[in-house]
């Protein structure tokens, strides 16, 4: 009995341990300067195609087909960022911006 309840508190204090460690990277990959910058974009652009279709500019299907394919750069972001410890690298950087910048020339047609 004495083992199983040493076992359960060594198995506790190493999954606390865990979780802290990846808290911690978590807090700091999301302040990623090249992070921040690709997500400050996204949601400038999201926030611009609500606008246009607000004012009509876009149609709600043409809004959907934005939303995805700025889907589809977020979650290139995220890939690339958990292939690099959370950080992505200037080239990935530069491939994300053209990327946002076709989406964000559709939006403002």
Do not use: C
Not at 28 to 37: K, L, V
Not at 68 to 93: K, P, Y
Request: positive net charge.
């Amino acid at each position: 009995m004495k083992t199983l309840t040493q076992k359960l508190a060594a198995i506790a204090a190493l999954s606390i341990a865990f979780a802290g460690t990846a808290s911690a990277a978590t807090n700091w990959d999301a302040s990623h300067p090249r992070r921040a910058e690709v997500n400050q974009r996204l949601a400038n652009q999201d926030r611009r195609i609500h606008q246009e279709v607000r004012e009509g500019e876009l149609s709600r299907g043409e809004a959907m087909r934005l939303h995805r394919e700025d889907h589809q750069v977020r979650h290139e972001e995220r890939l690339m960022a958990s292939q690099n410890g959370g950080h992505i690298t200037r080239q990935e950087d530069r491939a994300l911006n053209q990327q946002e910048n076709r989406v964000s020339r559709q939006i403002g047609q």
